[in-house]
């Protein structure tokens, strides 16, 4: 990662660029990665960055004349069971999207692309014969001799001891010979990387955990250009290693070790075989490959790499100004870093992102998943994951309820199913009678999410919503300051409601957020979940001189969502009859059940009713006093759903840095006649057509499971793909929201498209406007 990003610094012509080792090059994880070049990611620009890699790869060598030992042979992921398949038809799917070459084949041609492997068992199977593998060591030594060729400067033996600061600005380094200053810091530190970014005060959640693979002597009918094996249910990859094989595997449950076991001079070292804990996987191994019965064993190879909690990798700018992480890779370290290097270095240059990376957000992360004890719980449970079965609902079982609502009893006396987000645990549904049995298929809580939704549609649903952020900002420069970083117009008066995006210095998504203004000078920002540290950050960066405090007071305050046409009367039987009075996009105080409440009237899901806050000590009173009036809990299932019928677009599903305003249908929340960060990209891109548009797509197979991401065609032609699904149980029928291509989504409207699920093509009517109640009268009716 930091010979890829020193690398591309010098072609972007930065001479001034200079990398610290603290050992030697390649020292720590790189010099042991088995080193595979696999492209398709979750995400397209996850993916992009890996195509750029492969591309690199195959040209640095003849660039630089340091060989990089690039192989093209491809990989090959087999099924043994139905849901396994669906899984890699459901990938195959998303890398055809994203132009990486993916067939499905038969468990006869799997054979013949790997003659030495049992397939009695197999019943279908994934190539792309595009990816490939590299010399670990080789491709850093490439990427160092071409950044020092651009004229970048490289130190080994030289640990970094601190940072040096100006204000909140990282400006430099302290190492063992002296102090370097710069203009931007990145830290690509491996292992090391927490310990190194505690130094600065900033929480990186990196956990080390041993990594296990067996390299055997040669064995006949072994070719060099056999293709990557991986059979993902038995946990393993496996691929030829100088005649031999290389047999890795991401064990159910792995090893964690602490960075400090590992000692200051950890390098080229490796860490003990463990024949106990790999044998079962070896067991695995010579069932798919029976040759390795009669094989002997080269090594056991056991090194560190380096696992995060939610098992992305870590890109992007910290929460402190110009210092940068790119570090807990996850095990694509080296399939990643040539595209996240490029797209590190462009960041340093521009001064923004090349393209959305929010999957990776370095502040993505709340303070308690960074603890030690979290980190040795879930890591080994990350590595476990890494070949599981990415099935919809799955959820970490290690480090939880490190985040609690003030509700949290109240849902679990309610049987709610609990998810965690930003260390909160939320509820998806209720009434749950232990773990559900996950699949592709129509999940187990369809019939509870239906309940659900019924009840907030003919009577009145209680959602919590007290894992939302909560920003304040107050003082003489509140509106001013709040005018600037926000694209819709914040000089409303007091009592109103104002929904706005924060956008980017491109016109794209930052945040978005809902801001109730509740005095001249003080503002109550609602953003995401997870979006807090991501948004408190941007606020203060640019707050410049502003006379504002900014503070985040999200744990002061409980949020539940009263909604349903029942509401009305449940909140007057309550005692506030004057909230029925409320506008809608007003807010007002009040008293319910003996609790001073502040109700905003607004709707997330298409149904009249309020946002309640009130203080998180008498969250629970009045979630009781709601629930004993009628009120019936409803979790974030049956609440995406019903945005979902209601086309109201989410941040990092409909909404993110690469989309403008105007892309998702957001443009009545802009107020263009004055300049905000993003106004001068906006009115350039409101001169040009815009390239996609967001729809609705109603299916016609009401057995049919669309969960995100699917890729939508017309006529053999691919013009979209899905950002969000559900089934929408107000209208009776699956129901996504996607992007299609502009000149086809002005065209479609009632025209049929297929949604590509899991290689089953699943037909679909066009809605250029929202499927549910589009004119949003049911949501703004009063009591």
């Known amino acids: 990662m930091g010979c890829s990003t020193l690398y591309h610094l010098a072609r972007l012509g930065d001479r001034d660029a200079v990398l610290l080792e603290r050992n030697q090059l390649t020292s720590g994880t790189t010099w042991h990665s088995a080193a595979q070049v696999r492209q ?45 398949l669906t899984h890699i038809h459901r990938q195959a799917a998303l890398a055809r999207a994203y132009g990486v070459a993916a067939h ?170 463990d024949w106990d804990h790999f044998e079962p996987m070896l067991v695995n191994a010579m069932h798919r490959i029976p040759a390795l019965h009669g094989a002997r064993a080269r090594t056991l190879l056991n090194g560190p790499e380096s696992f995060t909690p939610d ?53 993505r992360f709340h303070a308690v998943e960074n603890t030690l004890e979290v980190l040795l719980a879930r890591a080994p449970e990350v590595l476990g994951k890494h070949y599981e079965i990415a099935y919809p609902g799955r959820q970490w079982r290690s480090a939880r309820n490190l985040r609690k609502s003030p509700v949290h009893a109240c849902l679990v006396q309610g049987g709610a199913h609990l998810a965690q987000v930003f260390g909160w645990e939320r509820a998806q549904y209720f009434d749950s009678d232990g773990e559900p049995a996950l699949t592709f298929a129509r999940p187990p809580w369809f019939d509870q999410v239906a309940v659900e939704v019924r009840a907030a549609h003919e009577r009145a649903g209680l959602i919590d919503l007290s894992t ?64 807090v540290n991501r948004d408190l950050a941007w606020l203060r960066r640019h707050a410049e001189r502003a006379r504002v405090v900014i503070e985040d007071c999200t744990e002061r305050a409980a949020v539940l969502g009263l909604v349903g046409p029942e509401a009305a009367a449940i909140v007057a039987r309550l005692g506030a009859g004057q909230f029925n009075r409320l506008a809608y996009f007003t807010h007002g105080e009040g008293v319910i059940a003996g609790v001073r409440v502040r ?87 409101r001169e040009r057509p815009a390239a996609t ?16 991401d699917e890729p939508v065609y017309r006529d053999a032609q691919l013009i979209g793909q899905v950002t969000s699904a559900a089934f929408g149980h107000r209208i009776g029928a699956p129901v996504a929201l996607a992007y299609l291509e502009c000149g086809a989504a002005a065209d479609l409207e009632d025209e049929q498209v297929q949604l590509d699920i899991a290689g089953r093509m699943v037909a679909g009517r066009v809605r250029c406007r929202a499927v549910f109640d589009p004119d949003g009268v049911r949501m703004r009716a009063t009591g």
């Open 311 to 363: 098992g992305s990798f870590i890109l992007g700018e910290s929460t402190l100004p110009g210092l940068y992480l790119g570090c807990g890779m996850n095990s694509v370290g080296i399939a990643t870093a040539g595209g996240a290097g490029s797209a590190l270095a462009q960041w340093l240059v521009d001064g923004k992102a090349p393209f959305h990376l929010g999957e990776v957000d370095p502040q």
């Open 468 to 531: 939302f952020g909560k920003l304040r900002v107050a003082g003489p420069d509140a509106q001013p300051f709040l005018d600037r970083v926000c694209a819709n117009d914040m000089c409303r008066s007091p009592g109103r409601v104002i929904y706005t995006a924060m956008l980017n210095a491109g016109g794209g998504y930052q945040s978005d957020l809902t801001a109730l203004r509740l005095s001249d000078d003080e503002y109550l920002l609602y953003v995401g979940s997870g979006a």
């Open 693 to 708: 548009r967001l729809v609705s797509i109603v299916l016609e197979d009401l057995q049919a499971v669309p969960l995100g």
């Open 40 to 84: 398709l990611r979750s995400s397209r620009n996850l993916t992009r960055l890996i195509q750029y890699s492969a591309q690199l790869y195959a040209t640095l060598g003849e660039e630089t004349g340091q060989q990089t030992g690039w192989q093209r042979t491809g990989s090959l992921s087999i099924a043994t069971n139905a849901e396994r």
């Open 104 to 273: 499905a084949i038969d468990a006869a041609e799997t054979q013949r692309l790997w003659p030495l492997m049992h397939t009695g068992d197999v019943i279908g199977a994934v190539y792309c014969p595009d990816d490939g593998r590299v010399n670990p060591s080789d491709l850093c030594m490439a990427l160092a001799k071409g950044a020092r060729a651009g004229g970048a400067r490289i130190y080994e033996q030289t640990p970094v001891t601190g940072f040096l600061r100006r204000g909140s600005r990282v400006v430099g380094v302290r190492t063992v010979h002296g102090e370097v200053h710069a203009e931007n810091t990145v830290i690509c530190a491996g292992l090391w990387s927490r310990e190194l970014a505690a130094e600065a005060g900033v929480a990186v959640p990196v956990q080390a955990c041993e990594h296990f693979y067996l390299l055997t002597q040669p064995i006949d009918g072994v070719d060099r250009q056999l293709p990557t094996l991986s059979d993902h249910d038995a946990h393993l990859y496996i691929r030829e290693d100088v005649g031999g094989l290389l047999v890795g595997c991401f064990e159910p449950l792995g090893k964690p070790i602490e960075a400090q076991r590992l000692g200051p001079e950890f390098a080229f070292a490796l860490l003990d075989e």
């Open 599 to 685: 109700a905003a009237r607004l709707s997330y899901v298409g149904e009249a009713g309020w946002e309640l806050s009130c203080a998180a000590r008498d969250a629970q009173r009045l979630y009781a006093a709601l629930i004993t009036e009628g009120a019936a809990p409803a979790g974030t299932y049956a609440m995406n759903a019903m945005r979902i019928e209601k086309r109201f677009a989410a941040m990092g599903h409909e909404l993110d840095g690469d989309t403008t305003p105007h892309q998702a249908g957001m443009g009545f929340n802009v107020k263009q006649d004055r300049p905000f960060i993003g106004s001068d990209a906006l009115a350039r891109h």
